[in-house]
Structures are given as structure tokens and as C-alpha cells.
């Protein structure tokens, strides 16, 4: 997703190819693996993850404001 991409060697850990990735594609890409593991596996995954806003006000990954 964008220049985000899920690690090669641990699942949790979200990498940065190339340096391109934005929030917005971590975040996107986080809430695309909690989905899809959520209708594979019928697991509910919990983002440990946080999102600080411009405005300083901070959110987990699923709940980010505007990506939801």
C-alpha cells in the first residue's frame, strides 16, 4: 500500500520501502491486515500503534479520524 509494506521477517512490523510510505499508508495498510485477518481467522486484532495528529490529540491505529 503505497510504500508501506508488511515485513518479510516479522508479520507485526510494518516497513517503509524506499522511504515513500505516508501515514496514511501505514494506517491504511493496518486496518487491511485486521480485516482480512479478522475474515480469515475470525480474530479480532488490537492496533498497538498510535496516531498523533497535527492537532496533538492521539488515536489508535483503527481509529484514526478520516480513514475509518
Given at each position: 500500500?503505497g510504500g508501506a509494506q508488511v515485513?518479510?521477517?516479522?508479520?507485526?512490523?510494518?516497513?517503509?520501502?524506499?522511504?515513500?510510505?505516508?501515514?496514511?499508508?501505514?494506517?491504511?495498510?493496518?486496518?487491511?491486515?485486521?480485516?482480512?485477518?479478522?475474515?480469515?481467522?475470525?480474530h479480532h486484532l488490537y492496533a498497538?500503534?498510535?496516531?498523533?495528529?497535527?492537532?496533538?490529540?492521539?488515536?489508535?491505529?483503527?481509529?484514526?479520524?478520516?480513514?475509518?
Amino acid at each position: 500500500m503505497g510504500g508501506a509494506q508488511v515485513s518479510e521477517i516479522h508479520a507485526n512490523f510494518i516497513n517503509n520501502v524506499g522511504g515513500r510510505a505516508t501515514a496514511r499508508d501505514v494506517l491504511s495498510l493496518v486496518r487491511l491486515i485486521r480485516e482480512r485477518v479478522k475474515q480469515e481467522t475470525g480474530h479480532h486484532l488490537y492496533a498497538e500503534v498510535r496516531y498523533v495528529a497535527p492537532d496533538g490529540k492521539m488515536y489508535p491505529a483503527h481509529a484514526v479520524p478520516g480513514l475509518n
